[in-house]
């Protein structure tokens, strides 16, 4: 089987190293956070669905997180930014698209160029996208999904020196023959609680792409972090996951359940739960279907509403990241179920938010209004901070 551009999909040895609850009985808003029109659970919720809220011991089993603070800006006035990443001292490494820069946030909020990805060829939502950071003892490595000229692709840099002073150094590349557009061109990588890295990719402008097996286009990847198949994956080649149009959020929940959200066309936006070998349905779906050979979503949003991006986890909550929503959903799951109903943060406050994480006890998010989509105010873009707490 032949990739786009030449390239070719098949299995390959791995190389060497390198989640019944209740229903919530009201949503818990802190102010300034808004509830709006209703998202649709589209699929399964917790059964039974008894009225009461859940007990003491379901919410031990399952804990819910809560913003307890409004954001507060960390840094600001970033040039396209789409990715955040927190390392173990507690500064931060934020992508920007249009230029390639990677840039190191410092404790007083400064922030200086460690390096610039000169494999960017941005156009249209390519260039610098996703971000993330693997640390293998001795050797601490940054991962980044750019756009080249004929490709997206993934490289490895090695992240060398200490806060204050570190420094990019050569890109090798990880996986490359993604296929690339001036639209849906993914960009989400993540290392998941089995270390592998996951890729999400967009269907490149051709929504066949997305059913295509022999396309990496419109999938999530699985991967060594070497770039090789992981074991175990359902095809014996990168692919994990099929039928997606744009994914741009990924995160696992405490369970070990991966989430991932999802651009949709016109219709439907979505948050999906990830199985092995899934098959979510575009072009044949948006949204959710009867038809038995694709996964429906647990929520839809219409794309007002949300146009998801980042997602962060932190016990049994999801925090997804709304661009042209202008919000961030919380969403509490319980063994791969939606419990309650999904609640609306801080609307129309931040402008388009780009992207969610979780260090620790706290969010992160980075908004996106200076890609001339948004209306980008003074300071725009900023990089917020926002503490968490268990559910009472």
């Known amino acids: 089987m032949k990739r786009p551009n030449g390239h070719r999909i098949r299995p390959r040895a791995p190389r060497p190293a390198v989640a019944a609850a209740a229903l919530l009985a009201s949503a818990m ?14 699929g399964p ?22 913003a307890t603070t409004e954001p507060v800006d960390v840094a600001t006035q970033f040039e396209v930014p789409w990715s955040v990443v927190v390392l173990a001292d507690g500064t931060q490494l934020v992508s920007q698209r249009d230029n390639g820069a990677v840039l190191e946030v410092d404790e007083n909020g400064t922030a200086r160029v460690v390096g610039e990805v000169d494999l960017t060829a941005a156009a249209g939502e390519g260039g610098l996208l996703g971000i993330a950071v693997w640390d293998e003892g001795e050797q601490t490595s940054l991962y980044a999904y750019v756009t080249t000229a004929d490709d997206n692709r993934v490289v ?33 990588i993540a290392f998941g609680p089995d270390g592998l890295l996951y890729v999400a990719t967009g269907d490149a402008g051709e929504p066949s792409n997305a059913q295509d097996p022999t396309s990496l286009a419109g999938k999530i990847l699985r991967l060594t972090p070497d770039g090789g198949p992981a074991p175990g994956n359902p095809s014996g080649s990168e692919v994990y996951t099929t039928g997606h149009r744009n994914v741009q959020g990924l995160a696992w929940t405490e369970d070990g359940t991966l989430w991932a959200s999802e651009f949709g066309q016109d219709r439907f936006d979505e948050l999906n739960r990830i199985e092995p070998g899934g098959n979510y349905g575009w072009p044949v779906v948006e949204g959710a279907s009867d038809d038995e050979r694709f996964v429906a979503p647990v929520i839809t949003w219409t794309p007002d509403e949300a146009s998801p991006s980042g997602v962060a986890a932190r016990g049994s909550t999801l925090f997804v990241a709304g661009l042209r929503g202008e919000r961030v959903w919380q969403v509490d799951v319980d063994g791969g179920a939606l419990v309650g109903e999904p609640v609306a943060l801080w609307q129309g406050e931040l402008g388009r938010v780009r992207d969610a994480v979780v260090a620790g006890d706290e969010l992160w998010l980075l908004t996106n209004n200076t890609d001339g989509r948004g209306n980008a105010a003074s300071g725009d873009d900023r990089l917020m901070r926002v503490p968490l707490a268990p559910r009472s």
């Not at 490359?176 to 960009?187: A, L, Q, S, V, Y």
């Open 45 to 66: 919720t917790s059964s039974p669905t008894p009225t009461s809220a859940p007990t003491p011991s379901g919410a031990a089993a399952a804990p819910w997180w809560r």
């Open 156 to 188: 490895r840099m090695p992240l060398e020196g200490e806060p204050g002073d570190r420094r990019l150094g050569e890109a090798d590349v990880v996986i490359d023959g993604i296929p690339r557009d001036r639209i849906h061109n993914g960009g989400r």
């Open 29 to 42: 808003l802190l102010p300034g956070c808004v509830a709006t029109a209703e998202p649709r659970p589209t």
